[in-house]
């Protein structure tokens, strides 16, 4: 999808919200978000809950800061989609993501 853009995904994405469930209240965990522009594309959607996790620190922290202001209920971790188990993560395991 990277090539062809998000319209290509979009359809299937959006599918995968639960039966009853609006966009605007799907909880969505994007792991491994890198730089993607796939959170930003949602919440522009109308899915704005979006959690967007990188074991990167320094892509995390940039995207963070750079949509604090246009886009504030997306949420961003630095961890390692392997650790989610871990207690670490323990905050994020009590959350459910659709």
Same mark, same amino acid.
């Given at each position: 999808?990277?090539?062809?853009?998000?319209?290509?995904?979009?359809?299937?994405?959006?599918?995968?919200?639960?039966?009853?469930?609006?966009?605007?209240?799907?909880?969505?965990?994007?792991?491994?978000?890198?730089?993607?522009?796939?959170?930003? /594309?949602?919440?522009?959607?109308?899915?704005?809950?979006?959690?967007?996790?990188?074991?990167?620190?320094?892509?995390?922290?940039?995207?963070? /800061?750079?949509?604090?202001?246009?886009?504030?209920?997306?949420?961003?971790?630095?961890?390692?989609?392997?650790?989610?188990?871990?207690?670490?993560?323990?905050?994020?395991?009590?959350?459910?993501?659709?």
């Amino acid at each position: 999808w990277f090539e062809q853009g998000y319209d290509v995904v979009r359809g299937v994405i959006l599918n995968g919200i639960p039966k009853g469930t609006r966009p605007e209240e799907a909880r969505v965990l994007h792991l491994g978000c890198g730089n993607s522009r796939l959170g930003e /594309e949602l919440y522009d959607d109308g899915v704005p809950n979006v959690m967007n996790l990188d074991y990167s620190s320094e892509v995390i922290a940039a995207l963070a /800061e750079r949509h604090e202001w246009d886009r504030p209920e997306m949420g961003w971790v630095a961890m390692d989609a392997a650790d989610l188990d871990s207690e670490e993560a323990s905050g994020m395991a009590a959350d459910s993501y659709d």
